[in-house]
């Protein structure tokens, strides 16, 4: 089952030529994730041809204005649009005061459900059938929330050629035992899971710290990601400056990546003062982790499955 990275927005703090506000839009299933909501949003949707009309969930990491300023333009559009599907937007405290003044004081008419819910603790966020989110508090200079998107186990491999020596029919019984489901066969004979399907298979697990500094917690949280999407505002030569502001350079992000044993690592919230990628990605691989780069607006991963 696939499952795409698109970043929407790769600066931070304030946009440039090349680079928008913080968006990140994991399409899956025919539904989109997005982590944070940078100013434009809309537009960079449409570039993507990421659709107003899908099921949707927003994730805001924190209530510093580059990272949700896209929320009044990116509701307005849809209801222009006449989006009917809900649109349940997360975040920390002040979400809701935020949008109920746009509802209030900007001239538009709503058309669809929106559900705010504001994120106290850190922890379980929400879940899906196939997948969970969660949260946790982030080092930075305002409340900050970093995310992951952990997908449940899938199940186990189904080996067609034990059920057919079991001498179970093709069809229904098949996908109740893939499902877990103990059958019970014509002649009597009770067949569980185990005997015709392997072990669980892992889900992909993708974090995305949003602002902020290196943690030990935040290794944990980041523990065997398939990708971590980090903060790394500044290159290592500003290291007091990223401190101060509570902000990542390269090195630190691959200090996570290396104690977390993720898979994938990927830089955003890039100040404008680098023209290019290239001193932040060489910092980066110097500091001895080789799947790194840095976002570029617009930029796609496809993730795969786990093996196994
Ligand atoms: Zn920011
Ligand atoms: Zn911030």
Redesign the pocket.
Same mark, same amino acid.
């Given at each position: 089952m696939s499952l795409q990275v698109i970043f929407l927005g790769t600066a931070g703090?304030i946009p440039t030529t090349k680079r928008s506000l913080p968006a990140i839009a994991i399409k899956r299933k025919g539904e989109l994730i997005f982590f944070d909501c940078g100013e434009g949003v809309q537009r960079q949707m449409v570039k993507a041809g990421l659709g107003f009309n899908r099921k949707m969930k927003v994730f805001v990491? &924190?209530m510093?204005g $580059? &990272?949700m300023l896209g929320l009044p333009g990116l509701i307005q559009t849809m209801s222009l649009l006449d989006r009917t599907k809900k649109l349940e937007i997360y975040g920390p405290a002040g979400l809701e005061d935020f949008i109920e003044a746009i509802e209030k004081t900007v001239q538009f008419t709503l058309t669809f459900p929106l559900e705010i819910s504001e994120i106290e603790n850190e922890g379980f966020v929400c879940e899906e059938k196939e997948y969970e989110v969660y949260a946790m508090w982030m080092n &930075?200079?305002?409340p900050?929330l970093a995310y992951s998107l952990v997908e449940k186990p899938r199940p186990g491999r189904f080996y067609p050629e034990k059920a057919k020596a079991l001498g179970i029919p093709k069809g229904e019984l098949w996908s109740k035992l893939q499902h877990g489901t103990t059958v019970k066969l014509s002649k009597g004979r009770i067949v569980k899971p185990e005997e015709v399907v392997g072990l669980l298979r892992k889900g992909r697990k993708i974090v995305y710290t949003? $602002?902020g500094k290196f943690s030990e917690s935040l290794v944990a949280f980041a523990e065997d990601a398939d990708l971590l999407i980090h903060d790394c505002t500044f290159d290592d030569e500003l290291e007091e400056r990223a401190k101060e502001d509570?902000h990542s350079t390269p090195s630190q992000a691959v200090k996570t990546a290396k104690k977390a044993k993720v898979k994938r690592l990927i830089l955003t919230h890039i100040s404008a003062r680098y023209k290019t990628s290239e001193l932040l990605l060489e910092q980066a691989r110097k500091s001895g982790f080789s799947n790194v780069d840095v976002a570029e607006d617009f930029m796609q991963l496809d993730l795969p499955l786990p093996q196994g």
């Open positions: 703090s990491t &924190h510093h $580059d &990272h &930075h200079s305002a900050a949003g $602002d509570g």
